[in-house]
């Protein structure tokens, strides 16, 4: 199973930025899939999840309105499209397979659940 992130790199306020989500080795249609992030010296927080079969979607109150999560089953893949970033967004994002999705939202977990090595994204003037 990999999950493999890309897309994250340096930008400038209110810049935009789209993570994807590469999945295999697993049926992406039996998972939900979250993107997280980790700030150094922070703990890990929840960005955005999205179940299964798209019908059910969280976000941070952080991102709301800012970032949209989506995925293509076909494709085995998942993004983040994140609009008017702000520097308080910089941080490492993951992205994570597992379920129920409001388990993975919840606790989301390194044992039981698909995890990504991580982006950096880098929001600076």
């Known amino acids: 199973v990999q999950l493999v992130e890309s897309g994250g790199g340096l930008v400038q306020p209110g810049d935009s930025l789209r993570l994807t989500c590469a999945t295999s080795?697993?049926?992406?249609?039996?998972?939900?899939i979250g993107w997280f992030r980790q700030a150094p010296g922070k703990e890990r927080e929840g960005v955005a999840c999205?179940?299964?079969?798209?019908?059910?979607?969280y976000y941070a109150d952080s991102v709301q309105g800012r970032f949209t999560i989506s995925r293509d089953n076909t494709k085995n893949t998942v993004w983040l499209q994140m609009n008017d970033l702000k520097p308080e967004d910089t941080a490492v994002y993951y992205c994570?397979?597992?379920?129920?999705?409001?388990?993975?939202?919840?606790?989301?977990?390194?044992?039981?659940?698909?995890w990504g090595q991580g982006t950096q994204v880098t929001v600076s003037s």
């Open positions: 994570a397979a597992g379920g129920p999705l409001l388990r993975l939202w919840v606790s989301p977990s390194r044992e039981l659940d698909y």
């Open positions: 080795g697993i049926t992406l249609d039996y998972y939900a």
């Open positions: 999205i179940s299964s079969k798209a019908g059910s979607i």
